[in-house]
Every structure is written in structure tokens, then in C-alpha cells.
């Protein structure tokens, strides 16, 4: 596409991106998803390739096509343990993690082998979620504890504001409890970010960098996040 000039700011570095949603089974035919369309995450992976980066992108469940450049490699992954698993395999060494997926954050807590199914005069089934593990916050963890994973983690937070706290501070929040260097945090509601191609994000930084705002669509918003990394890692 013509929005992504190539260029050289990241020449010579590698990159982890996780794109889409996950799915989280509740039996072999049934699953727990979101509306991610991973199109911010294919994005950011697009605008990271054509500055020069080698990006290995963890994709999700996608409305869109994984896409398909010399310097993408991509992973296919399902559940949030997937995901988990896949940083772990292939973020230690690189320079950068962007978690752009829509992860979830409760799974049913048993899946069954067979499908679950309905009897005449039975109760409908309650469906018992536990926690999954967060993928973001063990990276920062674990890269704390020696691993070496990359030097600059970046998340993203679809905040929702309320009377008392707007959604840019509930953002700044999360960057705190994260811990990771770069937050990119949009505002969602009914019809807000997921699915649309235009996004209005601000990036926060954890060294005390100005926050940056920005507006248009999401490949827009994908070269001004790869312009901060390429900075960070400078
Ligand atoms: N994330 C993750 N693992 C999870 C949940 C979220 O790695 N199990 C990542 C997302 O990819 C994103 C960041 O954490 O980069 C923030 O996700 P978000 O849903 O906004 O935050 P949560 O910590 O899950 O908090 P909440 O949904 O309650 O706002
Ligand atoms: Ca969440």
C-alpha cells in the first residue's frame, strides 16, 4: 500500500508481533472469541517490514488475510496459551514485542472432548471461566528474572472511560501495572476501533517521553508507533 514509504529505520532489527484474536475452546467445535480483525496488528507488522525490520507475526483469528512480504514470517495461533507459548519461542533475542492482539482474558476452565450437547428437558449448562495468563505483564516478568527477551515490549489498551476517570487515565494506569515501555491506548465503545480502519490512539511512555496523539487510519497509526520504536531502539 502507498502509505508504507520503506525506508531504514529498522534495518537490521527483529520484531514480534501479535495480531487478531484469540479462541479459547469450550469443546471441539465451540470457543470463547472477541472482534478482533487483526488489522491494526497487520498493520503495524507491514509498517515494521518495510523499514527493514525482520517481523515474525503471531496472528490470531483474523478478519483479514496474514500478510505475505519477505520480511514477515508468519505464526498462526489460537488459544492464549498458544500465544504464550509462541512469544516464548520466538521472542527471546529479538528487539521488540508489539502486542497488538485482543487477548482473552478468561477461558472456560475445563474443555470437554466431546461436544457439549442438548437434552430435551435439561438445564442449559453454565459455563465456568478461570483466568488466563496475561502474555504481556509474563514478559516483562520473566525479562526481569534474566530471560532475554526483548528490550522494548509495547501493549496496547482499549479503555473505555467513566464519569470519574477519562480513558487516557485509566491508560496511564495500565502502563504503570504492565510495566512495559510503550502503551498505545485507544478509546473503544459500541462501533469504536474494532473492525473500523480508522483508529485515534495516544502512545505513552514509561521514560517520561511526552505522550504522542495520534489520528487516521490504522496504517497511519501503525508508522507512528514503528517511528517510536525505531527511536527507543536507536
Ligand atoms: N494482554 C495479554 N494477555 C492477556 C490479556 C491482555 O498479553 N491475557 C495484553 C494485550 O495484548 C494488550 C495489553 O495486554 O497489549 C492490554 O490489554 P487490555 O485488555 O487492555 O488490558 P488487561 O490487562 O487485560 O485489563 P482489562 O481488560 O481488564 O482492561
Ligand atoms: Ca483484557
Redesign the pocket.
Known sequence: VSEFHSGDQLAGKSVVI?AGGTREALDPVRYLGNRSSGKQGVALAKAAASQGAHVTLLAGAMDIQAPTHHNITVVRIES?QELLDAVMQHAPHKDALI???????FRPASVTNEKIKKEDDAAAPTIVLEQ??????TSVERRATGQPLPRVII?????TGDEEISPLEYGRA?LQR?GCEILVVNEVGVGKVFGQDDNDVTILFANGREEISVQGSKDVVAKAIIEQLALALA
Open positions: 501479535s492464549t502486542m497488538a492482539a485482543a487477548v482473552a482474558d488466563t495468563e496475561d502474555v504481556l505483564r501493549g496496547f489498551a482499549a479503555e495500565k504492565k
